[in-house]
């Protein structure tokens, strides 16, 4: 009898379809810690599951993990809800996990607290963002829900207190999945109006209901509004990201009113207090330049204002008296150097001058003919030279130079032996 084989994939195939029969395995809860979790760029993310004796491999599709808010981490305790299947390609078993919870703490405080630590590391909740909610606004927007006790309290607080400041309502979910990009949308078109204020928020509800105010792209946008926002989320307990990055955080929708605008009663007082400081300043301005206009006026200066041109004339009439002091010394300085002149003897007989000036030039040349080489030579004297250089000593002179001997009459060529 000839045995039955099987291939390898039938085989993956058949453990499979027993697995999936198993009703137990289709909605399995299984509590274990994470390790080695890693989200690839398809979207889908792969992670074993362990305790202290056994593990298992995991993985969530993008399709789940989309609504996942949180992001897993390794050696975190979870409870997957999932199903456990073959993977038939490498006949390793797995569990397809649906949903994932923390064990100990709700999905949703994670999320919480793990988006607080990201944007609060990036810088979005300190204080040197935030900006000053104006004290006497004339336009404040508000986005929240169009019905409910939120805007009611708002609009009711600001027209009780303020009510020549404008209210506008920017309609928006405030709950449910398209509620973030909803306020997003409407924080953003709120831009336009030339608002001073804007108040972001909803009546109180558990962290479900409040949970759009705890939305990444909700938190980016209100860092990001050029108006200074009020966040007014919940009752005053409740907190959300939101409270975090806004310029201001009020404990209740009714609170946030009451940060938004002054009372227009104090800000009367307020008014008439400046006015009356003010006049009391101007009036001790006027007293104070008054007294001192009396004191100047007073001034020898001002009653005989003619005293202030007698100490430039008396100054003015020295330098006169100095100008001239000086003038005729100049004068008779010059007259005496011009007497000098006319007085000398060159003036006098300049051909005398010159007489002696060719007498002194005739005892100059004689002295010069005196030294006169040439005198010498009409003496009978010869002068002695080798190679252009005159001797003056037997010294200077060795066998077998030629010699030059000058008279006056001519020269010798000789040689030395």
Not at 59 to 87: A, D
Not at 95 to 101: G, M, S, Y
Not at 282 to 299: A, F, G, M, P, V
């Amino acid at each position: 009898m000839q045995e039955e084989y099987l291939t390898v994939s039938q085989v993956n195939s058949y453990i499979n379809r027993k697995l999936k029969m198993d009703g137990k395995l289709k909605n399995i809860y299984i509590k274990g810690e994470v390790s080695n979790f890693k989200t690839y760029p398809s979207g889908h993310s792969y992670f074993t599951l362990k305790d202290e004796k056994s593990q298992i491999s995991a993985v969530m599709f993008r399709t789940y993990k989309r609504s996942l808010k949180f992001e897993p981490q390794n050696g975190m305790k979870v409870i997957v809800k999932g199903k456990v299947e073959v993977y038939e390609k490498n006949g390793n078993y797995q569990l397809f996990a649906a949903r994932i919870t923390e064990d100990g703490l709700g999905a949703l405080h994670i999320a919480f607290e793990q988006l607080k630590k990201k944007l609060d590391t990036e810088g979005l909740f300190d204080d040197a963002h935030k900006k000053e909610i104006p004290r006497y606004p004339k336009r404040i927007g508000v986005v929240t829900a169009q019905t409910g006790a939120a805007i009611r309290d708002i609009i009711k607080t600001i027209k009780r207190r303020y009510p020549i400041c404008e209210v506008l309502v920017f309609s928006t979910l405030v709950q449910g999945d398209q509620a973030a990009s909803n306020i997003v949308r409407q924080i953003r078109n709120a831009q336009n109006y030339n608002l001073d204020t804007l108040i972001v928020g909803r009546g109180g509800g558990s962290i479900e209901d409040l949970w759009s105010f705890n939305e990444e792209i909700v938190a980016r946008a209100i860092y990001e509004c050029e108006t200074p926002v009020i966040s007014a989320v919940g009752h005053e307990i409740d907190w959300t990201i939101s409270d975090y990055v806004a310029d201001k955080r009020a404990h209740t929708p009714t609170d946030a009113g009451m940060i938004a605008v002054p009372e227009l009663n104090e800000v009367k007082y307020r008014v008439s207090q400046l006015s009356a400081n003010l006049n009391k300043n101007i009036n001790n301005k006027i007293d104070y330049n008054r007294t001192r206009l009396e004191n100047i006026s007073q001034k020898q200066i001002f009653k005989h204002p003619e005293n202030i041109y007698e100490m430039q004339r008396m100054t003015l009439d020295k330098l006169v008296d100095k100008l001239e002091f000086s003038s005729k010394n100049i004068i008779t300085e010059n007259k005496t150097k011009l007497f000098k002149l006319e007085n000398r003897n060159v003036l006098k007989n300049p051909c005398e001058i010159t007489k002696m000036k060719k007498e002194n030039l005739g005892k100059n040349i004689a002295k010069l003919e005196v030294l006169n080489p040439l005198l010498t030579l009409k003496r009978g004297y010869s002068i002695a030279k080798v190679e252009d250089k005159v001797i003056s000593s037997v010294n200077d002179v060795k066998s077998g130079d030629k010699l030059d001997v000058e008279f006056d009459d001519g020269t010798i060529n000789t040689k030395v032996i």
